[in-house]
């Protein structure tokens, strides 16, 4: 099972930008498709981008443009870039398998865009 941990949240003003990163335990890792999703207060859990394992990208039409995955499997990690953000995006953000394969989610991390 992956074991995951994501950083990179803060605050930003409208129009700033972030990275966030995620760190993935799991000998398993290079196989599976990761993906970044996010949670807004009183909204579902979404998803926001996905990278296959050979690294090619999808992002949902909400963030096409403006946010950049990335992955690193010597590594382990997954990486977001967002840029252009907008009070929108406030949400928890969380990175996971495409499609999940478990319910196991880590801590999210936070990121909060004022207007």
């Known amino acids: 099972q992956v074991q995951l941990v994501e950083s990179g949240g803060g605050l930003v003003q409208a129009g700033g930008s972030l990275t966030l990163s995620c760190a993935a335990s799991?000998?398993?890792?290079?196989?599976?498709?990761m993906a970044w999703y996010r949670q807004a207060p009183g909204k579902q859990r979404e998803w926001v981008a996905r990278?296959?394992?050979?690294?090619?990208?999808y992002y949902a039409d909400s963030v096409k443009g403006r946010f950049t995955i990335s992955r690193d499997n010597a590594k382990n990690t997954v990486s977001l870039r967002m840029n252009s953000l907008k009070p929108e995006d406030t949400a928890v953000y969380y990175c996971?398998?495409?499609?999940?394969?478990?319910?196991?989610w880590g801590q999210g991390t936070q990121v909060t865009v004022s207007s």
């Open positions: 996971n398998t495409y499609p999940l394969i478990s319910g196991y």
């Open positions: 799991g000998s398993m890792f290079k196989v599976y498709a």
């Open positions: 990278i296959i394992s050979g690294g090619y990208p």
